[in-house]
């Protein structure tokens, strides 16, 4: 089998992250996995970037963290694919199918409503999951579906503090017919690591879009961390 981690921080792009790039990759292939996703903190969300020069400068440093896993995973084996996670008054979205390049041609995106942000994605072949619909934390005010924006549910998510968070994305994937994916959101060298399992390696964003849209792939699910 063949793992693949989703959801994965780096401390150059996330503020609260203390793994970077380099360690990530080094940390997941170490582990066993085939592929990982960089998926971080977008500019709405928790970013490390505060200080750019203009939109093309902003996004070369929002890029940093996953350049540097990427040149690390192409040395020991591991390959590395570009994601973020966009924020939406605490509801996050999980980003695929668009690069830097993307990003770059679009220095409109923090004027998009959110709407128009997932509008735009998937116009242009990318793909939008939830992560964690259900956790409750401090830092989260209230509970936020986005049913109408989201293409599937991240019903196991491994920074979740309680396992009732995951069951219950599982059964809101199940009662809306929503595909389902795990991912570790994995920030901290101690942070359990999750992802997707298949039969065949994903070897581009495509091929985990296509796994995911295609249903059930086996997902990693290590017991959470208790909080
Ligand atoms: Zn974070
Ligand atoms: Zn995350």
Not at 81 to 90: I, Q
Not at 146 to 161: H, P, T
Not at 169 to 184: D, L, N, R, V
Request: proline content about 3%; hydrophobic content about 35%.
């Amino acid at each position: 089998m063949y793992l693949c981690e989703t959801h994965l921080h780096t401390s150059e792009g996330s503020a609260c992250a203390s793994m970077s790039g380099a360690q990530q990759a080094e940390s997941y292939k170490a582990a066993g996995y085939d592929a990982i996703f960089v998926t971080d903190h977008f500019f709405n969300g928790n970013t490390a970037v505060t200080e750019f020069d203009g939109w093309q400068d902003r996004v070369e440093k929002y890029c940093r963290g996953y350049e540097n896993a990427r040149a690390v995973g192409e040395r020991i084996g591991l390959k590395v694919f570009f994601g973020l996670e966009y924020s939406y008054r605490g509801a996050d979205l999980l980003v695929y199918g668009i690069d830097k390049e993307w990003l770059k041609s679009h220095d409109e995106i923090m004027s998009l409503s959110c709407e128009q942000f997932c509008g735009l994605v998937r116009a242009e072949g990318g793909y939008l999951v939830q992560a964690h619909p259900f956790r409750q934390a401090s830092y989260l005010r209230e509970i936020r579906l986005l049913i109408n924006y989201a293409d599937a549910v991240e019903v196991y998510n491994g920074g979740n503090r309680r396992q009732e968070y995951n069951d219950r994305a599982m059964w809101y994937a199940q009662q809306f017919g929503m595909p389902i994916t795990a991912g570790g959101d994995n920030h901290h060298s101690s942070d359990v690591k999750s992802g997707v399992m298949s039969e065949y390696p994903i070897n581009t964003p495509q091929d985990y879009i296509e796994l995911v849209r295609n249903g059930s792939p086996k997902l990693i699910t290590p017991p959470l961390h208790a909080g």
